[in-house]
Every structure is written in C-alpha cells, then in structure tokens.
C-alpha cells in the first residue's frame, strides 16, 4: 500500500544517558515483506525498556536484531545501522559468537535443553571454550542464585532440568544467559506461558538484575510494561510510533495510535 | 444416503481392520516359522559347523558370520549416515543442488538389493581384487544401508524443536557446538532405535551378500588369534556365508539331505534374532528417554 505521507512517530529524547544501542534507520525485510519500517532510536544503559504493541507490529523481531537471532531465519535480512559499542551490529563481518554471549536472550517458551540442570546452566560457558571444573561449578552457583533457583536445585543440579516446573524452567533458563555474565538481556514475551507468581517472580529479578545490565523486554501485557520499564516503545505495523518515559507514555500519549492501544480499542 | 456418524463408524471399522489383517499376517508368519523351526534349534544347532553333504549340521559359522558383517557394516555406515544426515537437517540450504542430493539419497534408499550386489561385485570383488569377502560384503551393505541412515538421522534431528537450536545459539554456541552438545544427545533415542533397526535389515539381507561374501566359509579356528589367516575368523578377506544366505543355499543349491529341518531351524534363529534387536530398540530408546526426562 501506498501513503503519500509517513505517519509522525513521537520519540521523546531521553536525557543523560549512555545509550547502549543507537538504532538507525532499521528496515527488515522477511523476503519481500517489510518487517520493520525505518526505526531510528536509542535505548539507555541499566534500565528496563519494554517494546509493546499488537501482535505481528514487528517487536520480537526488532528484538532479535540485537543478538542477530534473525540470522537463523534463511530469509530475513536488514539495512541500517545498529551501534553497540564501536560496532554495528548489522555488520555481516561481526563474529556473532561474541556478540551473543554479551547479549543473552530469553525466550517465550521456557526451552531447557533435555540435559542436568548443571549442564544447562554452564552451556555457554563450556562452548566459549571454560573447562575448569572450580569455575564452572561457581559460575553455577552464582548464576542460580541470580535467578533465585538456587534453594530449589542445589540438591539437584544432576537431574534433569526437564523435571523442574515451567516458572522453575524459565529461572533456569535465566540463569543459563547469566552465566555468560552479559550486558544486555534482551526478552522476548518472557512470562506468557507463566502463571502469575511465576512472573512475579521473574519481573522481581529483572528489577534487581537492571542494576548490573540493560534489559530490553518484549510484552504483551501492558500491565508488565507499566510495572517494570522505565521507558517504552509502542510498536504498530512495523514502526516505531511512540517512545519515552513509561509513566508519561502511558498517562499521556502523544501519539493517537498509541492512545488506542492503550485503551484497549485494538490490539 | 449415509449419515456422517455411519461413515465415520464405517472409516474406523475399516482402519481397525486393516491394522489387525497386519498384526494377523507377522503373528501367523511368526508363529509358523517359529514352530517349525523351533524344534530344530539346539544347543549343538547353534554351536557346530554346518555340513556339506550329511545330515546333522549346525550353523555356528554362518551365525558368526552374519554378526561380524553387521559390526563391520555399521562400523562403516554410522558415521557416514549421521554426517549426512546432520548435513541435511542442519546445513544443507533450501535450494536445488540439496534437493538433487536428497533425491540421490531416496533413490539408492529404494534400489533393490539384488542390484546393489551387483554393483558391489563388480566395484569389491572384481575391479578391487578383493573376491568374495567379507570387506566386500560389508561395503556392500554398507551402500545398502547407509542412505536409511541418513533419512533416520535427519529425521530424528528434525523432530526436535527449533527453540532448542534457538536457545544454544543465543548462548554463544556455534552450529557444530549445538549439534554436537544439544542436538545430537536429545535425538539418540531417536537415532539409537534407527540403528537398531536398520541392523535388523541388514542382519537379515541376503541378496547383496550372494556375489559379495560368497556362499561359503573356510573352516573356522575361534582360537586363530593371527588375523589374515585363512581361518580366522576375524579375517575380513575371507569369504563367509551369512545365516540368511545359508538359508537360500541350502534351499537351492544345498545337498544336504536335511536341508528343509537346517532351513527350517536357521529361519528361526534369525527371525529371533531380528525380534530381539526390534524389541531392544524400543526398550533402551524409552529407558534413555526416561533418563533425560528426569522422571
């Protein structure tokens, strides 16, 4: 479809921060299909960013640029620029290996591998090369304390990690990214498939983990969103149509689409 | 005109039938060859030499025979048919030049094995100089069924979730380290049950195995420890008649005069053997699966 005129989108600046990523004029494309239309933002250091807006509005896959999780989709490809550090991102020479290990991710479905929770916890540190056992058993202990697993599974750590609980499941699967010790946790819908404590849970260790690194997280649930971000953007059909601090984002919407969606009028 | 509900209570009798005319026909095939065979099977059946023109002979040799050649086959066919197939379930492109190798691998998945016989006489036996052997007959085999190999092992990766390659790269893991530390473990029940299976295939061919490792074997020594003598039994440049190809020896070209009883006994033999590889797949693949489950 045609439009003479690009709809504005409302980027409030933010003020003092260090951004961790300075996204410029993002497109993606799925074949032929514009995925992502011109996004240009900065999201800071050491705070909770959440990206929400409908279904299929292009979030987890602006989301997945960061780590290059796109990569693994044969037909998806992108132009512009994502700075991290002195790096862009997009760049096709970046060792994709490095990047991933300063940036965890955490999926919508808990997804542990089929191995002792042990195992699973030191899977990222094993493949980036860690073989001492005093290391890797004090990288298990201190992630699982992270994610607040450690009481429940230090009798345990040999059995298999499928016989935890689905809330347990995504605390390993936390625990297992922070091992690596990131800077940046990127979350894709992380407590859909949760029970309510369960995400309790989950969104209270994110408070408490956005002290060390930043977390950037994609919701559904707008509720999520005004618990834990401090700032927001609301995505719709590919772009990027408002972004700032939560509070004001949420009290008052400058952009009209934002609006709707906030009050529930589609979604 | 049929109502819906007829119909589908018509479907279901139909599905029901089909199924039990097939549990019919191998409890029937079972317990005929089990029955006349069973009589036959003792302990000095199994453990003596087969004889050429008495009555009396046993099948020790050939029950050897036929266990060596499955070792030395999947010796050679597991490797290559796991390689292929994690090519093509993890590397392998979408496009034409993968869809070529994947029709060449069905293509000699469905070749009749009379004809990979042939071909493996020409290749080991003639052009190769190793005559009738078992290297030979291993490699044979080993065409035969290494392209069921790679169809198990790509199908048994493709049956796990994307979300578990997902979750390893995300964690810094390159492919190779994905499959060699996620993907690989959580198919090997999948894969083990393949294996299995495809040993009972082989354990039981025939037909490749006539013009590749020959209808006889020399007299074996069991305590000929030196390897290329002609009696050893580990010798893999000796000839050596499989159980199976004993069957149809004896059957067409045998003069022994209690052929039909040897026949008979060693049908049985084999069908067992067959049973209890098919059984253990099934048990070890749900013991494992059970262990990584943790429950």
Known sequence: ?267 | MLKAKHVDRLMTGLMIGSAMIMAGILIFLLGIILLRGASHISLSFLTSNSSSFQAGGGIKNQLWNSFYLLVLTMVFTVPIGLLGGIYFAEYAKDNKWTSFLRSCVELLASLPSIIVGMFGMLLFVNVFGWGFSILSGALTLTIFNMPVMIQVSEAALRAIPNHQRHGSAALGATRWQTVKTVLLPAAFPALLTGMILSAGRVFGESAALIFTAGLTTPNLHFRQWHLFAMDSPFNPMRTAETLSVHIWAVNTVGIIPDAAQVAAGASAVLVLVILLFNLSARIIGRMIERGIKGN
């Open chain 1, 1 to 267: 479809m045609l439009t003479l005129e690009k709809p504005k989108a409302s980027v409030t600046p933010i003020k003092k921060i260090n951004p961790v990523f300075q996204v410029k004029d993002l497109n993606i494309y799925y074949g032929d299909t514009l995925a992502v239309k011109d996004v240009s933002v900065q999201f800071p250091e050491r705070a909770i960013t959440a990206l929400i807006g409908p279904s299929g509005c292009g979030k987890s896959t602006f989301l997945r640029t960061f780590n290059r999780m796109n990569d693994l989709i044969p037909e998806a490809r992108a132009t512009g620029e994502v700075i991290y550090q002195e790096w862009n991102i997009l760049d096709p020479r970046l060792d994709v290996v490095a990047l991933r290990k300063e940036i965890g991710m955490l999926f919508q479905k808990p997804n542990p591998f089929p191995k002792s929770i042990y195992e699973n916890v030191v899977h990222g540190l094993k493949c980036a090369g860690v073989k001492k056992k005093a290391v890797l058993d004090e990288a298990v202990e201190i992630s699982l304390k992270q994610a607040d697993l450690w009481d429940e599974t230090r009798d345990r750590l040999t059995k298999s990690a499928l016989s935890l609980s689905g809330g347990q499941q995504q605390r390993l699967c936390l625990a297992r990214a922070l091992a690596l010790k990131p800077k940046v946790l990127l979350l894709d819908e992380p407590t859909s498939a949760l029970d309510p404590i369960s995400t309790a849970k989950i969104e209270e260790l994110l408070l408490e983990l956005m002290k060390e690194m930043t977390i950037i997280i994609v919701t559904h649930n707008m509720q999520q969103a005004a618990r834990i971000a401090d700032y927001t953007a609301f995505f719709f059909q590919g772009r990027l149509e408002e972004y700032g601090a939560t509070a004001a984002l949420f009290e008052a919407p400058k952009v009209e689409r934002t609006k709707q969606y906030l009050s529930g009028q589609f979604g």
